[in-house]
């Protein structure tokens, strides 16, 4: 299984970047199409933060709810429960990253993934079992 972070979801619906946007696109078809992608609540919640206020061409609210409904939804992996959080915390403290991105983490670990694919860690990382992985990059 692969866990794909939320700059994947922006950049597959921001214009302002061509090469990242087919990229991002391209990677979420042979993904999804193969049944091996999955996601946490939490990229939803930053997928609609940065996708209505944050890009540099804002998706319309109508936008958003469809690519909830067809893309994200169907994607998310468990829910988060109290302990949950508590192995973020320990995630968080072992690594000396950012809460979110321990959260991230942390949910990829939980769902069984060895892959992680983000922009935002560093490339090659190994946290737990997954490993990062920027789609953007031919690291």
Known sequence: MVFIDTNVFVY????????????A???????????QAVISTQVIQEFCSATLKKARQPLRPEDVR???????????????????Y??????????????????IIQAA??????????????AGATYGKVKVVNPFTKV
């Open 25 to 35: 696109r391209q990677l979420l078809l042979e993904q999804i199409s193969i049944k």
């Open 66 to 84: 469809k690519v909830i409904r067809e893309l994200l939804a169907p994607l998310v992996g468990q829910q988060p429960d109290p302990a949950f």
């Open 109 to 122: 670990n939980d769902m069984g993934c060895t892959v992680l694919y983000s922009e935002d860690l560093q």
């Open 12 to 23: 597959a619906h921001d214009e302002s970047d061509l090469v990242k946007a087919q990229q």
């Open 86 to 103: 508590l192995r973020t915390l320990a995630t968080y403290e072992r690594y000396s990253l950012s809460f979110y991105d321990a959260a």
